[in-house]
């Protein structure tokens, strides 16, 4: 193989190794999280996706499901699972819906303006996406296959948000704004640092 086609490669050694560096510093900020007052304390806030959208920003969207996936991967080898992997894969699927769509828009428009509207288009995305498939996936699969009762689901989201009643009102109440406010803060401090990062990324 020439030299030509191998620059050519989808993702080079360097980019491999530094999308498991950012993977790996994703999982370590796994373990600094906090709960938010109108949601239950199994709903945590960390700022894991920071790396993942670093990483997709300077390496393109498959790349940043990439990390996503190995962030996940690296969690549960170091941490293990409490949900019967049901929490990682929501996890997956919500940072994967945010970094596919922030990177996918920031690939065509990089500037200042473009990686505003990539991150906003990105929060949009992960809300409406961690919605639909909380509802309809992921919290059936707590009760079906981690065993936690539906009830006492609700009951911990009614405790500590009194807009909550049904399940219906969870997603709205709980789960639309509880990521909302994830994706923003992952997204502001994304904001701030990838400039900073990125000559050392290319």
């Not at 690939?107 to 919605?131: E, M, N, P, Q």
């Not at 996936?137 to 009830?151: Q, S």
């Not at 049904?166 to 109440?173: G, K, L, N, P, V």
Request: proline share 4%.
């Amino acid at each position: 193989m020439s030299n030509h086609s191998t620059k050519k490669a989808v993702l080079s050694t360097k980019q491999l190794v530094t999308m498991t560096i950012m993977a790996s510093l994703a999982a370590v900020f796994m373990f600094f999280r906090f709960s938010l007052p109108f949601a239950p304390s199994f709903m945590d806030v960390d700022l894991a996706d920071v790396p993942v959208l670093i990483g997709g920003f300077a390496y393109g969207p498959l790349a940043g499901v990439m990390i996503a996936f190995l962030k996940n991967l690296i969690k549960l080898i170091t941490q293990g699972t409490g949900t019967s992997f049901v929490g990682e894969l929501s996890n997956f699927i919500v940072t994967s819906a945010f970094v596919s769509v922030a990177a996918w828009y920031y690939r065509s428009h990089k500037d200042l303006k473009g990686s505003r509207i990539a991150l906003i288009l990105g929060v949009l995305s992960l809300t409406a996406v961690a919605t639909l498939s909380n509802a309809f996936l992921i919290f059936p699969l707590f009760e079906k296959v981690a065993g936690f009762p539906m009830e006492a689901i609700l009951n911990a989201t009614r405790a500590v948000n009194p807009l909550v009643h049904t399940y219906w009102d969870m997603m709205i109440f709980a789960v639309v704004p509880f990521n909302l406010v994830k994706g923003v803060l992952n997204a502001v401090v994304t904001a701030l640092l990838y400039k900073h990062i990125s000559r050392f990324l290319k």
